[in-house]
């Protein structure tokens, strides 16, 4: 039985997430999809941003399991929605934040998050404690490069990104390295290659390849989360948004 | 000089907060103004509900600012759009939520909250755990009533409140208590009453008349949250979305 | 690219682990090999045996990663010799305690763990606070019956999981529940079903299953322990024991 | 209705606090009045002189609330004697510690605390953890002068606390700073200035200001701390102190 | 060579510690010799009662190490002083809760504290989460007899010891009890045996009697408090306290 | 009475442990044998090196108390087979990393440990978090040198220990230090003499003297660990191992 997982971008940016990228996540018995907001910012590199993100990846995400998909993949490192998506629907819904924090503290004591922005911080170090792993985050960095930046100049971020690597493992005593934006896609080799060149078998996390695995696995096993933490809304008019009717 | 502190209602319905309510707030040198959110649900029982409510507070919050108001108290338990707004304006922002859990920490050992529904316990849970306070929660209770039932019947939801706060008080082993839905105001006094009429001498805070006096405090203090942590977002098009230009 | 996961039971009974057990989980691409402890006890009751059945294990775990298995998954909730055999393979090693409760922890805001005896209870309080998520432990229920007496009456196991499961939902407050012992595989899907007839809907981890689906989603996406936690130990000669030169 | 608030400076030195401090914390319908202790020594920089301070605190805090004022708040960062007095009076009691580390909280991420003595750095620690807020203490930085010779050089003070403020934040961390001496009274204004024109929008807290403000908020709101957690003690003789009889 | 183990008792009452309680603790190896306070409360039953005992303790603590002994014992379980001593002395000042708490941590996975009065309680629940072992606490029992009523009726006070202990094992798990009033001394053992009887084996201690054995240990390994975190004061005028000249 | 503790060895190397070293722990009430490994590791340094350790430790520690030994004392800082020891015999069983790590939370607010490789850090981690003292360690620092190559050269090894000593103080922050291997046994008082003529009071915990220490003052006291959290292991066939019969 094949397993279809849906990976949905909740930023209107047509820039951040190719067919080539989804292509590559395709196995034999697994189907990926993709699908991109509508409405709200083109990139999100803010609380204020991710706001404006949720209602049309909500919208988006009860659509996909209408369609039939076995699971649903948020690609943005906030988790923008998780919670509110996973209300909505019964099917497997995964932040690949929330993801990549927990697998990272299976497999070492330390991890260290690199990511976009500055700005961003606050928002990972909230999310890391809300998800009960905070004493496991050995640090946050920053490449300092906004995320429509990020395209263009792959070899620049790819470079900005094992520096940090490097500082991460050397000064803050990460184990695990996650990377902290779904833009950095396909970065996490390298990345490895070059500390283990430097003397540290050190594993980097892609978080969306990493995230669509563990969605396929949760569909495969037959789980899915407690309709006791994400109870089904009731329904009710919501003036301002086309919401679909069930 | 005079403290202007603006009541954010981030629903639709015109039920939930009266003219008289806002009132009642009013001080000598404290001016309490109130708006309502233009689009998004009527109530807010779910994170589903928040998630629809947040863009149109958003706007609501940031044009308080523009008018000059000191402080914005958002009037809603789940205290929707809190970190969003504080990246959004520069003056003091406050959650009724937040500050009250804080303010009870200080108040007693254990608090309860007593709230609408089971559907919103894991949002209070997650709530109270990423505001650092965890440790501090006796339990959390509900009368099992949705809020824009809460109107008409008050004598019923007052009796339903006493009956959970005296189990909160002797079965939990609660210290304070926190009415959990902002449609509860002015409830407290009849329960402190009840409570006392029982031989426990247990404060119950009321959350909108107590985050106003403490919204005015921060603004009279001189004093809002931190730029560091909420960093002014970058301009972007919010396609869908009608914000204003600065 | 088919994966192989080797499922390694580490007591010596024969009892526990049947061939249809494994059959059960291999997949289109999913080949899962079977082995047994040659040493130690026949069931892991306490940290007594746990010790007892360790120095086998490894062996064996040595030994499938030399065969060429992309993964093991260890068939006891006691988690034994997870940390150890990390160190003496690269291959991800996976506890299904461990696994079962991060997932848990993504699943539902508290998860209670049904098992055998009260004498392990301990062994699961500790296991769980050293995973980093006591926190959203609901509670251990047992439902006192010896493993080695599991086999045999399997109906009245299954009647006993279902009235702890019950009591954890409806007393404790559990979200999600994890089966506390691999020798109650194949019991989850009559909880599930019992306690939806009485309208809780609540996800029941049988843990083999789900661990071994996480342990090929490791493979597969490339990723395992850090070598930093999990460094390679010295070579030293053990008097007492065989084992294996590299 | 106007409120009143009595500052009590628990030590028995008269330089600490001058009749000008205190008339600058009034405003239209706040009275702010002053106590000093009469027994006990100079200044608090250990908890060896803690112990000596509390005695006579205690009595004068009975003594207001004897009175008529509406609120007390203890004028030291230790908070000496904030449970004890709080056992002996109904009306609101604040220590300027607790109050500000939980609205730091609310603020940001991250705060720092810059006082006067490495000496007193562990009782800070222990408060902070007691408090519950330790997660989000970033460090504590001393300038090395003891209270008393605070008054004479502000000048240095000021650049003193300038210099570890700037460190906290560059090094530390630190989104919210906050004054760890009531004898800093007054400088937090230039060293907000002085983060900003470094490009770092930080509040910093005077604590004494800042505390009034939120103990007027408090009576206002009609709330004080659970007679619970704070049980009127048995009146007892008291040999070799004069307490006054109720 | 033998070692010399102060007990100082921190209230005026001559009932609450016999020569026969003291002479029962000597050793071939162990003096152990006692003090009592000169002026202060006769018992401690509130943060109150403390506050006015600390003082007299700390002269006493004082002069203990003045005169020779190698450790000094608090003989209260609110372990009033314990920080100021530890800044006056250099010896080692050992509190029976921290002692206790501590060592119940290593004896089991939870402990219940069995005390006096309810009005104790929170005094309690702030000690041990100031020594960290806040959830190792299974529970709080009382028996509702004032401090200085123990002595009169100990049959009675024994049975009441039973009763709360039996509950604190079968209804709130725990697997080490400790006596929490010092008044106590002498009731661990037909506790242990009663227990014993209804098939639970659980550790009860008797704090004087253990504190005096560990206060002992510390001696003879040589090791006392970091003056790191108790820093001795610096000497000042005490108005209104008699203290001794170095 | 004449208290007798034994210190188990749990390595085969005989280097280690000198009968020198046990005899300078004697004192006239205080007996201390001494025990070797017979199967397992000659030194550990992993935890795969851990688990080949404890079978041999088991037969050893349940040897000691049909012998009659009073208590018993682990010889190692990785605290091998603490917990399954405890369930197979009644007396106490102390191991010197847990009894340090406590010791230490009592002395001051945070501890170091040094040890002597890189490769146990994650283990040390480990078990510090799982005693629930995590938040009280300031660092972990290493020698890097293997524990057989402790000996022959002991005064470099002081030497490095002095080093990493002065770093804990003066980097991290320690006000207690841990001899982070038994190995290290006589070098605290050379680094505590170092210390202190850099300006540092601080206590150097030496792990086998103070941990042979509480282990008599627990079997004066009368006190040992919880037969609910140890339970007694039902009596099992060991294939591979050689086990007493009872």
Sequence with gaps: MTTHVRVLTPVTSTQIRSDADIEALQGPDLIVSHDLNDIGPPSIESRFDEAFAIPGLLTKGMAAEREGVDAIVIDCMADPGLNALREAVNIPVLGPLETCVHLAAMMGTQFSIITVLESVRPMFEDLVRSYGVAD?????????????ELFGDEERVQAL????AKLAVEEDG????????TGFYGCADAMSAALEAGGNQIPVLDPIPVTVQ???????????????????????EMPGFNLPKD
Tied chains: 1, 2, 3, 4, 5, 6.
């Design 136 to 148: 496991r985050l050995a640090s946050i960095r920053v490449i300092t490069v906004p995320v429509l």
């Design 161 to 164: 990104l094992i520096r940090e």
């Design 174 to 181: 990460a184990s695990v390295l996650i990377l902290g934006c």
């Design 214 to 236: 563990f969605a396929a696995a949760m569909a495969r096993a037959g789980v899915s989360h407690s309709k006791r933490t994400y109870a089904r809304p009731s329904p009710k």
